[in-house]
């Protein structure tokens, strides 16, 4: 069982950068692919970011690409969301996910879910 806590949520302004961080529980966390998704109120969750297991590789919503960047760092079982240029339409509770190696855009090939971080981006 992999348990992932998110951290570094908060009130941002727009044009402003955050940095989201999700930590594993445990070295078996280096074997699987990590994803971010976001759900906004009222809305389903989506897809943002993902990352292979190796971090060789990664993955990209259209609205997100070119402003945020997916990151791991296998020493810490960390892995990161890097957010800049922030908009309104980024407000959401981020999660993080894991599965097995191979990242996906899918949200039902995630075993593993974090809590989420409540990301608000407001003049």
């Known amino acids: 069982q992999v348990q992932l806590v998110e951290s570094g949520g908060g009130l941002v302004q727009p044009g402003d950068s955050l940095r989201l961080s999700c930590e594993a529980s445990?070295?078996?966390?280096?074997?699987?692919?990590m994803g971010w998704f976001r759900q906004a109120p009222g809305k389903d969750r989506k897809f943002v970011a993902a990352i292979t297991w190796s971090g060789g590789s990664t993955y990209y919503a259209d609205s997100v690409k070119a402003r945020f960047t997916i990151s791991r760092d296998n020493a810490k079982n960390t892995v990161y969301l890097q957010m800049n240029s922030l908009k309104p339409e980024d407000t959401a509770v981020y999660y993080c996910?894991?599965?097995?190696?191979?990242?996906?855009?899918?949200?039902?090939?995630?075993?593993?879910w974090g809590q989420g971080t409540q990301v608000t981006v407001s003049s």
């Open positions: 996910a894991a599965r097995p190696f191979y990242g996906s855009r899918l949200e039902h090939d995630y075993a593993y």
């Open positions: 445990e070295r078996a966390a280096t074997r699987y692919a």
